[in-house]
């Protein structure tokens, strides 16, 4: 098993630019989330999904969206890129023992 | 909402000395609790968890963490700190239908030889 899989690994914008991060997991886990990660602030929920065709906002969600496209794959998309969005992004999936899984990350730079 | 504080932005040990890292939840509920740690440039790892029953719980790596209500808190643990467990190490309360998580600001251990 992958576990949890994240594309890009890093990546440059800039300003006004769009791009969808991606990520995808081969455990069978109904829920996933997306988190961001910045120095001094911990983690951070951007959205999630709690089952396939279902998304919710977390504490930071202006800025993005969110695609459930199946159980295994749940994208974010940056519309317009900001400088305020440079990050790193995690993305993570829960198994049925509330555990989460996180994806080793992608480093976004928007210039 | 749900938060929490890890109080120690930065700790420093000698190679093995016990350990020690701070949490504090605040949480309407019984909490579900976890420690995860992130070496360099990776993700996160799982280190141990608590949900309920024996507020004493073991985790990998020789960790462990004790669960008290009365003081809201969730502090790790080691006897004996190594060199390889330099890395930061984040507290987190999951809450919500899908037990969304909340992180502290996260606790920078350095080991010192």
């Known amino acids: 098993n992958a576990g949890v899989t994240q594309t890009p690994k890093f990546q440059v914008l800039k300003t006004g630019q769009s791009m969808t991060l991606q990520c995808a997991q081969d455990m069978n886990h109904n829920s996933m989330y997306w988190y961001r990660q910045d120095p001094g602030m911990g983690l951070r929920l951007i959205y999630y999904?709690?089952?396939?065709?279902?998304?919710d906002k977390g504490e930071v969600p202006n800025g993005y969206n969110v695609s459930r496209l199946n159980k295994r794959e749940f994208s974010l998309r940056l519309e317009s890129a900001a400088p305020s969005q440079t990050s790193v992004y995690f993305c993570?999936?829960?198994?049925?023992?509330?555990?989460?899984?996180f994806g080793p990350g992608t480093r976004l730079l928007v210039l | 909402a749900q938060s929490v504080t890890q109080p120690d932005i930065h700790i420093t040990v000698s190679e093995g000395a016990s350990l020690e890292l701070r949490c504090n939840y605040s949480?309407?509920?019984?909490?579900?609790l976890f420690w995860y740690v992130q070496s360099p440039g990776q993700g996160l790892q799982l280190l141990l968890k608590y949900f309920s029953g024996d507020t004493l719980v073991q985790g990998i790596k020789g960790f462990e963490a004790e669960f008290k209500r009365s003081q809201s808190s969730f502090n790790l643990r080691k006897p004996s700190v190594h060199w390889s467990d330099a890395a930061e190490y984040f507290c987190a309360v999951g809450a919500g239908s899908a037990r969304q998580l909340t992180f502290g600001s996260g606790t920078q251990l350095t080991v010192l030889p």
């Open positions: 993570a999936s829960k198994s049925g023992g509330e555990t989460q899984y």
């Open positions: 949480y309407g509920a019984t909490p579900y």
């Open positions: 999904s709690a089952s396939e065709g279902t998304t």
